[in-house]
């Protein structure tokens, strides 16, 4: 519960960055584009940006949020979220924003032959736009997040202000608290940080900021749920 407690704390945090490096970023553009299909059938566009290839929108298979497992506060019981959430997330969230997954299910989810993201792997299309700073902690990179929302110019990653949701359930009913949407972006890395020594995995992630052209480099707990995108080597 204090990790989440945490993590809740975390997302709150507010950071502006200058744009005043955008005009020293490299013009990326994709050198290759394609399609790849995940194990419900969902298919994605993905470009090549240096000699890697990324997905180009947020996954839409695992647990739907609707069926996911939610905490209570107070006998760590499971809960599901109320209709109104459901519909909610079913017809407003999920068709723009794609799904969000749990630590568990998007280290699984990648198609054959792709990986969700490590944090090495992020750091490199980072420093492939343009970051001179990917190992810092935190928030870093002035620029860089614009470039990776754009859609129809630039590296079109697309990342999307997709916010994320923390399972727990407050004042005796369960809604899914979609938190941040339209304010803040979270994307999973695979990269587990060896530095926390309880019993709580943390896990590393990346979060932009709408305003803003930072990338936070940060951890969280793995009980939460976030945005993933797929990576894979060029060959």
Same mark, same amino acid.
């Given at each position: ?5 945490? $993590?809740?704390? !975390?997302?709150?945090?507010?950071? %502006?960055? #200058?744009?005043? *490096?955008?005009? +020293? =970023? ?80 998007? $280290?699984?989810? !990648?198609?054959?032959?792709?990986? %969700?993201? #490590?944090?090495? *792997?992020?750091? +490199? =299309? ?83 900021? !709408? ?25």
């Amino acid at each position: 519960m204090r990790k989440i407690i945490y $993590m809740a704390i !975390a997302l709150a945090a507010t950071a %502006l960055s #200058s744009c005043s *490096d955008d005009d +020293k =970023l490299p013009v990326v553009t994709p050198a290759d584009r394609g399609t790849v299909t995940d194990d419900l059938g969902n298919q994605y566009n993905w470009v090549r940006i240096g000699d890697q290839l990324w997905t180009t929108s947020n996954a839409k298979n695992g647990t739907s949020l609707a069926d996911a497992e939610y905490y209570t506060n107070w006998d760590w019981d499971y809960v599901l979220p109320t209709d109104r959430a459901v519909e909610d997330y079913e017809q407003n969230y999920f068709p723009v924003y794609g799904n969000l997954l749990s630590f568990e299910e998007a $280290m699984e989810s !990648a198609p054959t032959g792709w990986r %969700l993201p #490590s944090d090495e *792997d992020w750091q +490199k =299309l980072e420093k492939t736009l343009g970051m001179k700073n990917t190992e810092k902690y935190g928030h870093r990179g002035g620029g860089v997040a614009y470039s990776m929302q754009q859609t129809d110019s630039g590296c079109e990653l697309g990342l999307t202000l997709n916010g994320s949701c923390v399972p727990i359930k407050t004042y005796g009913w369960i809604e899914m608290s979609l938190d941040f949407v339209g304010e803040y972006g979270y994307y999973w890395t695979s990269t587990i940080n060896p530095d926390y020594e309880d019993d709580a995995t943390m896990v590393y992630f990346r979060r932009i900021t !709408a305003n803003s052209g930072d990338v936070s480099r940060l951890c969280t707990s793995s009980a939460c749920y976030m945005g993933v995108r797929w990576v894979k080597d060029v060959d």
